[in-house]
C-alpha cells in the first residue's frame, strides 16, 4: 500500500507513518479481504448499507471497506448510516460533519427507540435484547429505501467468541454470530466483514486515527452484563495463554458435526458397521506375546 497524499482514501489521512501502523493496516485489510472472500460477500451490483454508530468497530469496518473499495478490491456501492436512537446526551452532529468532512456518503436517521426501550423493559434488566430488535428493524427499512442489497455490521472476532460462549453458559446451544445470512424477510443479507478482525486491532486503529469514539451510554452504563462477564472470562484465558481467542476462534471454522451430540446434524442412526469375519491366524492382527 501506499501512503502518497494522492493514493490514500480521506478516512486514511493523517494516519501514523509508523512501521506498527502500517502492519496494522494491512492486517486490517487482509482479515476483512479474507473474510469477504471466505463467505462470498460481494454481489453483482450490490450496494451495502454500512451501520455507523460511532464506536470503535464501526469506524474502523467504514475505513477498511472504504480501502477496499478505493484500491479496487470491493466493487460495491457504499452508503454509511447512522441510527440516532434518541440517548440523552447523544452528539447528534459528530457523525455528520465527520461523514461529510471524509466525503463518505451517508444517511442519519433519527428514531427514538431509547423512549421505547426505557418504558417497556423493567428497571434493573438489560436494555441490549430490545434496543437491537428495534435497531435491526429500521436499518431494515432504510436498507429497502436506498435499495441496498445487505446490512453492513461491524461485529469482529472477540464479538463473535463471544456470543459463542453467552449462547453456551446461558442458551444450552452451540451457537454464534454468523459472518453472513438472510434476514427473516429474505429479502437482505447481513454481513460481518470484521469476522476475523481481534477487537484489539479495531481499537488500536481508531485511536490511531484519532476517530471521533462516542460511547454507548445506554447498555453501557449497565453493570453485570452477561457479555461483560464473558469477556472477563476470556481476558483471563487470553492473560494466561496468549492467542488463546485465536484458537477458539478457529475451533468455530472447524466443526466436526460426527463428534458432537445432535443427531440433526449428523445421522447416527444411519451410522452402519462392516461386517468382518475373525481369523485369529490373519496376519494383519496383533499378536499377543
Wanted: proline letters at 6%; a neutral charge; charged letters at 30%.
Amino acid at each position: 500500500m501506499l501512503d502518497e497524499a494522492d493514493d490514500i482514501h480521506p478516512l486514511f489521512s493523517g494516519a501514523p507513518k509508523t512501521t506498527e501502523f502500517r502492519k496494522l493496516r494491512k492486517r486490517l485489510v487482509r482479515n476483512a479481504r479474507e473474510a469477504i472472500e471466505a463467505y462470498r460477500m460481494v454481489e453483482k451490483d450490490a450496494r451495502w448499507l454500512v451501520c455507523l454508530s460511532g464506536g470503535k468497530d464501526s469506524y474502523t469496518l467504514l475505513a477498511i471497506l472504504h480501502e477496499l473499495k478505493w484500491r479496487g478490491l470491493l466493487p460495491v456501492d457504499l452508503l454509511a448510516c447512522n441510527l440516532d436512537q434518541g440517548q440523552p446526551g447523544f452528539p447528534a452532529t459528530v457523525l455528520p460533519k465527520f461523514l461529510e468532512d471524509m466525503g463518505v456518503p451517508h444517511r442519519i436517521e433519527y428514531q427514538d427507540t431509547y423512549s421505547v426501550v426505557v418504558d417497556k423493559v423493567p428497571q434493573g434488566r438489560t436494555y441490549c435484547a430490545l434496543c437491537s430488535r428495534l435497531r435491526r428493524g429500521h436499518l431494515y427499512r432504510i436498507a429497502r429505501e436506498e435499495g441496498c442489497s445487505a446490512v453492513v455490521l461491524g461485529h469482529h472476532r472477540d464479538d463473535i467468541l463471544e456470543t459463542f460462549f453467552m449462547n453456551l453458559f446461558h442458551g444450552g446451544r452451540l451457537a454464534t454470530m454468523p459472518p453472513k445470512l438472510v434476514n427473516e424477510e429474505g429479502d437482505l443479507f447481513v454481513y460481518r466483514p470484521l469476522a476475523h478482525v481481534a477487537e484489539e486491532d479495531c481499537e488500536r486503529f481508531a485511536n490511531a486515527m484519532n476517530y471521533p469514539i462516542i460511547p454507548c451510554d445506554l447498555c453501557g452504563s449497565q453493570d453485570g452484563l452477561q457479555r461483560q462477564q464473558v469477556k472477563q472470562i476470556l481476558d483471563g484465558w487470553e492473560a494466561r495463554s496468549p492467542g488463546r481467542r485465536q484458537v477458539m476462534f478457529r475451533a468455530l471454522m472447524n466443526a466436526r458435526p460426527s463428534h458432537l451430540l445432535d443427531p440433526k446434524l449428523f445421522d447416527f442412526a444411519g451410522l452402519e458397521r462392516r461386517s468382518v469375519k475373525f481369523d485369529a491366524n490373519d496376519a494383519g492382527l496383533p499378536r499377543l506375546r
